[in-house]
């Protein structure tokens, strides 16, 4: 050996190199089998310095390799201030103490906010003197160990709470017959609390009841069991299985018993009702059908089966669509039937009551509703049928005489109008007529007297005249009487006067012989007249009406009388309908006009006469009053049905009307009106009335 330098020979070279080869092989096996443990590994000096880690470990450090971590200590490492504190404390614990620490939980969060466990061990390195020169660290995540963990302990919390809750009784009992467990809240309706029977024998606390005693036995010798017993009163369902060991050794029995009593008593009750049920579907006279959600029968009567006569092969099968086949051959309208059945199943929430028609005359009566349970949960349909055949013939008879005596009273009514009304036009006429004879006889006498009058008034006046001619200068007296009667005015005006009395007799006779044409007391039976003259005499004595009043202007009266023969017809009673009808008009403009719906200038009725063909007359009276609705225009022909308001119609001028045109005159009498625009009333009759008597 020259200096530091040392010589060997070659073959001592190659067996050094050799031994090298071998241990860096070596090095690097042991490196691929900690780097193959699922565990993260490392190893320090004494100084906490990284000598080395398995690449499990550098990965969960953020390094690329183990040689980044070779060399640092953990103040380098990406670690919190409270992780780091631990660290350091364990690892110079282990250091000092020479004592490795095992089984170090410990927990943190990772950057994006998850919940990590691991579980660390730390061992000392000691030299071939034992000295402590390093610590070796083993970490392992026990994450999902943890999270399962966490579950199983609340899994058996819930278990313990549910178990405590319920009213039930959960019991384990060793092969003796001891108990080692009693938990549940059933245990309270015994007087008992959780645990207080452990260590107590099966055998000593139920001496007095044998079925428990046997149900024990059976369990322990391998059966499972199970019962109900009655204990202090109460009722329990109980089951037994047996407990076995790894050898199939029966080592005792857990027990479940749960409180029944109240399900007994509703069970019961539910028989009870059950029972009442059944008993009221028999007694009752319809035909009842009961059918489950699942179109299967779910009960029935013996009036159902009567009513459709069902054979029992049907009826026993439970099948709704084969009663429903049987049912078929019986309906008038099966396909209707069936619809209407497939729609109340296909619509829970529909009921349905209706008649349906069968051959042979026979009438049912079908009802149909859900079946729901108070919570609204559906159990199918129920079906009522009852027989209604003889019902809806007494109903039939009851309709026909109901009809019969609905028109004697209508025609009772139409005749106690017409008998009111035609005597009161009759009086009216009468009165009407005394009143033209008693105003005629003074007027013709005044009318007649009315020509020598005015021809001694001129002779009169021509002596004056004279007079004046020959003594133009009379005596004061004469000259002062002269100038206080105005003689030369009186003259003038005498003549006037004569001749403005003899225009008001000519009015007056007029008026007289309207009404007398109005009245017609000698024309109650068929006669030739000219209709417009029944008409302008039933104007004339409405004329006072058509007058402006107050606020309300002049109603107009518009003539378009067409060119009729003679017609024949009843007069006087025409008369009364035109002025029925024209009375009405003017009625409805008033009222029209009262309420503000009308323009002053927009107050008329139009009166338009036409020859029709096949020889009939026309006859139309429209007004431009409010209208009658729609809903009232078909009842207006009705006796003492009116549209004017309380205590202004009687309802029976148009009745009667309608009874003169129609049946008296063989005519037609009907109205149009468009509401705010105003009625039109049509009178159509035979010109001649005889020859349609003849025919």
């Known amino acids: 050996m020259i200096g530091d330098v040392i010589c060997v020979d070659r073959s001592t070279y190659d067996s050094l190199q050799q031994q090298f080869q071998q241990l860096q092989q070596s090095l690097q096996f042991l490196q691929l089998v900690i780097d193959s443990i699922p565990q993260l590994i490392f190893w320090k000096d ?25 060399g640092k200590t953990d103040e380098e490492l990406p670690v919190t201030d409270e992780l780091l504190d631990l660290y350091q404390k364990c690892d110079r614990a282990v250091l000092e103490s020479g004592e490795p620490q095992l089984h170090v939980v410990e927990t943190f969060q990772t950057s994006d906010g998850k919940q990590v466990w691991t579980q660390t061990n730390k061992i000392p390195l000691r030299n071939a003197e034992g000295k402590v020169v390093g610590v070796l660290g083993t970490v392992e995540y026990i994450t999902e160990q943890k999270q399962q963990q966490q579950a199983l302990q609340e899994s058996e919390r819930r278990l313990q709470s549910a178990i405590a809750a319920a009213p039930i009784i959960v019991y384990v009992l060793d092969n003796k017959g001891r108990f080692l467990l009693s938990e549940g ?61 790894d050898k199939g050794e029966i080592t005792g029995l857990i027990g479940v018993s749960v409180d029944i009593t109240e399900r007994q008593r509703t069970e019961e009750a539910l028989r009870r009702s059950n029972a009442l049920l059944q008993a009221q579907q028999e007694a009752a006279i319809d035909g009842i059908l009961i059918i489950d959600e699942n179109r299967q029968v779910a009960s029935y009567n013996q009036r159902f089966v009567e009513l459709w006569q069902i054979p029992p092969a049907v009826i026993q099968t439970g099948d709704d669509k084969k009663l429903l086949q049987w049912v078929f051959e019986q309906l008038e309208d099966p396909e209707e039937f069936l619809a209407k059945v497939e729609y109340l199943y296909e619509h829970p929430e529909e009921t349905s009551h209706e008649e349906i028609a069968l051959k042979g005359g026979r009438v049912f009566e079908r009802y149909c509703a859900a079946v729901r349970s108070p919570l609204g949960n559906y159990f199918g349909r129920i079906w009522y049928f009852r027989d209604i055949s003889d019902r809806k ?59 020598p009058a005015a021809e001694y008034i001129q002779d009169l006046l021509r002596l004056v005249e004279l007079y004046q001619q020959n003594y133009p200068h009379p005596v004061a007296a004469i000259q002062e009487e002269i100038i206080a009667i105005d003689l030369d005015f009186l003259k003038s005006d005498l003549v006037k006067l004569l001749q403005s009395m003899r225009v ?34 039933t104007l004339m004595i409405l004329e006072h009406r058509c007058k402006a009043k107050g606020d309300r202007s002049e109603i107009k009266i518009i003539r378009e009388y067409g060119k009729l023969p003679l017609i024949e017809c009843y007069p006087g009673q025409l008369n009364q309908v035109f002025m029925n009808i024209l009375t009405n008009a003017i009625d409805a403009l008033e009222e029209k006009a009262e309420k503000g719906n009308s323009p ?37 022909f009705d006796p003492f049905f009116t549209t004017k308001d309380v205590g202004k119609g009687t309802g029976l001028g148009l009745s009667i009307s309608y009874q003169i045109v129609v049946e008296r005159h063989r005519g037609k009498l009907y109205c149009h009106s468009t509401p705010g625009e105003g009625a039109e009333f049509v009178i159509e009759i035979p010109a001649f009335q005889s020859q349609l008597i003849s025919d």
């Open 504 to 537: 008001g007799t000519e009015r007056i006779r007029e008026i007289v012989l309207s009404l007398r044409n109005f009245s017609r007391l000698d024309e109650a039976e068929l006669k030739q007249v000219d209709i417009h003259e029944g008409l302008d005499s």
């Open 600 to 636: 002053l200038k927009n107050l008329e009725i139009r009166i338009r006469t036409q020859l029709l063909t096949n020889n009939w007359i026309a006859v139309t009276i429209a007004d431009t009053g409010s209208g009658i609705p729609q809903h009232k225009l078909a009842k207006i």
């Open 185 to 245: 809240k059933g245990l309270e309706s015994l007087g008992l609390k959780p645990g207080e029977i452990v260590g107590l024998s099966v055998y000593d606390l139920y001496r007095d009841v044998p079925e428990i005693l046997s149900m024990v036995e059976r369990a322990l010798a391998g059966e499972v069991t199970s019962s109900c017993v009655e204990v202090g009163g109460i009722v329990f369902e109980s089951r037994y299985n047996p407990v076995r060991n």
């Open 393 to 451: 013939q007494a109903e039939i008879k009851l309709q026909q005489q109901a009809e019969e005596l609905e028109n004697a009273l209508r025609k009772l009514q139409q005749t106690q109008a017409q008998l009111l009304q035609s005597e009161k036009m009759s009086s009216l006429g009468q009165m009407v007529a005394g009143i033209a004879h008693e105003i005629n006889n003074p007027i013709n006498f005044i009318h007649g007297n009315l020509v």
């Open 46 to 70: 004494a100084n906490l310095v990284y000598l080395g880690c398995n690449s499990q470990f550098a990965r969960a450090v953020g390094a690329n390799c183990t040689s980044e971590i070779v």
